[in-house]
């Protein structure tokens, strides 16, 4: 058993793999944050999962980038599959976000 990745695919993955887990645990922490506080684009932690949201776009782009670079194109189309579901779950919080 390898603690380590062992190649360049294996290590891209390990690096995008926990932007990949927020993608899915973002929404459910948003979903909690708006349970207890009614607004939750007026706090700093609401603020902080949209933050996060825009950062894991960057890195995205990044790795699917790199990966279609070294030939990689499915696992490169996969990560921009990523991009697109977080520019979208970033599009579908803004009214939250919104000041009358």
């Known amino acids: 058993m390898r603690i380590f990745p062992s190649n360049r695919q294996e290590w891209i993955n390990a690096f995008l793999r926990p932007f ?3 993608t899915f645990l973002g929404i ?16 700093v ?9 825009f950062i894991s776009v ?6 699917a980038l ?4 070294l030939k990689q194109r499915r696992a490169g ?5 990523f991009v697109l579901a977080n ?10 976000f919104a000041r009358a």
Do not use: C
């Not at 932690?45 to 949201?53: A, P």
């Open 66 to 69: 790199v990966q279609m670079r």
């Open 58 to 63: 960057l890195i995205f782009l990044f790795g």
């Open 87 to 96: 520019a979208i779950i970033i599009f579908m919080m803004l009214p939250y």
């Open 28 to 43: 459910f922490i948003f979903q909690i944050l708006l349970a207890v506080k009614r607004e939750p684009g007026s706090g």
């Open 77 to 81: 189309y996969i990560t921009l599959l």
């Open 45 to 53: 932690m609401g603020s902080l999962v949209v933050g996060l949201y």
């Open 20 to 22: 990949k887990v927020y």
